[in-house]
């Protein structure tokens, strides 16, 4: 089985307060590390202009291509549910790392 998740994309207003749920659910300390990757998107010119942010979640994909990148182990997939997990002690974090979000593709 694997599992997803949703949210709607429309209603972001590029508050971060996703970001903060994430590590708060995680126990994630304050500080870089994130899971949650929001991009503000601008287009056009005055006066029409658009102003938008994309929430990018980690997508528990089936082929993970952050697992192999990750030179601590520290990412693996539930296979009853599939999904990602990423072992806190392992991690060599953000500030050290990074190769996981340099692999994933979204």
Known sequence: MQ???YFDQTRCTGCH???VACKDW???EAGPVNRMRITTIERG?????LVAWLALPCCHCEQLTCV???PAS???KRADDGIVVVDREL???RDKCELCLEACPY
């Not at 010119?45 to 202009?49: A, E, S, Y």
């Open 26 to 28: 995680h126990d994630i």
């Open 3 to 5: 599992l997803g998740f």
């Open 45 to 49: 010119k005055f006066p029409n202009v």
């Open 74 to 76: 520290a990412i693996t």
């Open 17 to 19: 307060t996703c970001n």
């Open 68 to 70: 192999a990148a990750c």
């Open 91 to 93: 991690c060599l974090g």
